[in-house]
Structures are given as C-alpha cells and as structure tokens.
C-alpha cells in the first residue's frame, strides 16, 4: 500500500562548495509520485540555493547497486554504486556531472521495523567517487575538481506517522587515504536507537554501537548544539572523532525540501512536519593524523 524510495547524491569541493540531489518517490494507493530537488550551498558569503526539477519518469532496479534512472525535462540522471551521471539543463541550471567510485560500500544495512512486519532500510550506494565535469547555477559556476563525492539510499514501508525514529543523526568526511559515514536514529526519550558508523581505511570495519555525546555539559546527549563527540567500537579498537559546525548549508522541512505534491498541507499533520538541517563541519579524527577535516553532518527531527 504505502512505498517510499529516496536517493540522495552530492558532492563536496576542496574549496568548501557542497550541491547535492535529493530524488525521492512514493507509492500509495496505486498512484506513484515524484520529487526530484537540487541544493547549491556556494563555499562564500551567498545564499544557499534549492531548486526543485521536474522528474518526468524514473525506473528504479531491484539489484544490489540500488540503481535509479530518473528523466528530466531536458537530461537525466542515473545513480549506481557502479557510477552516476548527472545532466540537468532547467531554469538556471547548467550540470554536467560524472561520479566514479573510487570505494564502495561493503553493502553495510540498517533496518528498523516497523508495525505489521513494515520496515525502513538505510544503506550507502557508495563511500566515495571522484566527480568530473561542470556545474553552473544561477550563473555562479562551481568547480569540482578535486571534488569528493557520495551517495546513499532509503526505502521505507512504514506510513509516516508510525516511523518509530524522533531525532536522527547523519555524517559523511573524506581523508587522503579514509572514508567514513554514520547515522544515529533514535525514539522518543533516546530509545530506542538504531546506528551504524562505516569506515573505509586500509581496510573495510562497521560498527552498529555509535555513542554520540556534546562537547560540554551545556549540550547534553539529546542537542549537539555546535558539535558533539562521537565513538564507536571497532575491531581494530574504538573510533573516535569530534565534530564542530561551522556553517548551516541547508535548513528546511522534510516536504519542503522534497516537494511531494501527494501530501503537500496534509503531510505536515500525519508526519509531524520534520525539519533537516545541514552543516559544514570540521572533525577532528586522533587515528586519521592532525589537522581537521571538513565533512557534512545533518540533524534532523521527525
């Protein structure tokens, strides 16, 4: 009765600029919709940028490279932990993109049930690519060169009031020689809690035991405030990490950002109009050396 998909792509440049694309649908009742946005957050002083894009058609594999072709009115874009390419010409917008894996995931799921054996699945397309090409939106070219990109995957059964997650937490950063992604979703009141912190280095390491923690006493556990420390056990011994945000990149409701016609001001009641927002980070990583290393992390309450 009640299906959702979402895909989300993006790509953060050396320079600090972050765009990403957000395709999602649902089915429900028979009828199928659609929403397809793109988010520009330029690495100055300028104002961060979404543009919802018409997807006229998309056609999702059942394979395990979580493969979606999505039509345009004039390009197309294709998602695969095998590669993506991204054509968009549309009301200002000028994209040109190529994402080459240069890892993939491991194939690394998070599941958390739902009532009547429904479900929500999370999982990464892949950890890292390296992206080509030319982007232009509303007139202000982004180069991408150097740029490190990424790209994840969600599917959900269980209808939106009876999602058992409040709050989630959701990070990805890049090192010269590392990857890393993690998500921590929580009920009410902390529990319960669902998580998984993915590690690429010389090898691939996961763990499903992510403890997330603010900086000091007046941030505690359930608001990060401007940063929070994060571990996590793996086998080759504990993770640690701290994260500071530095800049909001995105702020905005779940059905905003998504535009899903199909709920539009009834959504908001039955889903309790979640928000997300987005930051450029800095995390300090003890194992990855000195320095920091910029990433984005994401909060969101449901």
Not at 117 to 137: D, M, N, T
Not at 151 to 167: H, I, K, N, Q
Not at 258 to 272: E, F, G, H, P
Request: charged content about 25%; aromatic content about 8%.
């Amino acid at each position: 009765m009640y299906l959702l998909r979402k895909w989300y792509i993006d790509l953060l440049t050396p320079g600090g600029d972050y765009l990403f694309l957000y395709f999602a649908f649902v089915r429900l009742a028979g009828f199928t919709y659609r929403s397809l946005v793109l988010h520009v957050a330029p690495s100055g002083a300028g104002a961060p940028i979404t543009i919802p894009l018409k997807a006229r058609w998309h056609q999702d594999r059942a394979g395990d490279d979580r493969t979606v072709l999505v039509g345009l009115e004039s390009g197309g874009m294709r998602i695969s932990s095998e590669g993506c390419r991204v054509l968009a010409v549309d009301k200002g917008v000028s994209l040109d993109l190529v994402f080459t894996p240069s890892t993939h995931s491991g194939r690394q799921r998070v599941r958390i049930d739902g009532p009547r054996g429904s479900h929500i699945f999370w999982e990464p397309v892949c950890l890292r690519y390296k992206v080509e090409g030319h982007a232009q939106v509303s007139g202000a070219p982004i180069d991408v060169r150097g740029a490190a990109g990424y790209a994840d995957f969600l599917e959900s059964t269980v209808l939106p009031p009876e999602v058992p997650v409040r709050r989630l937490l959701w990070g990805r950063v890049h090192g010269p020689a590392s990857d890393l992604v993690y998500m921590h979703a929580s009920g009410l009141s902390g529990t319960p809690a669902w998580s998984r912190l993915i590690l690429r280095s010389k090898t691939f390491e996961e763990s499903d035991s992510v403890l997330i923690t603010g900086l000091s006493e007046s941030a505690p556990d359930k608001s990060p405030a401007n940063g929070y420390l994060l571990r996590a056990p793996l086998p080759s011994g504990e993770f640690r990490m701290t994260v500071r945000r530095r800049k909001t990149v995105q702020d905005s409701g779940f059905i905003d950002q998504q535009k899903i016609q199909l709920l539009a001001s009834l959504a908001k009641k039955v889903t309790r109009d979640p928000r997300s927002t987005k930051f450029l980070s800095s995390a300090e990583i003890p194992s990855w050396g000195k320095g920091e290393f910029t990433m984005i992390d994401e909060e969101a309450c449901l």
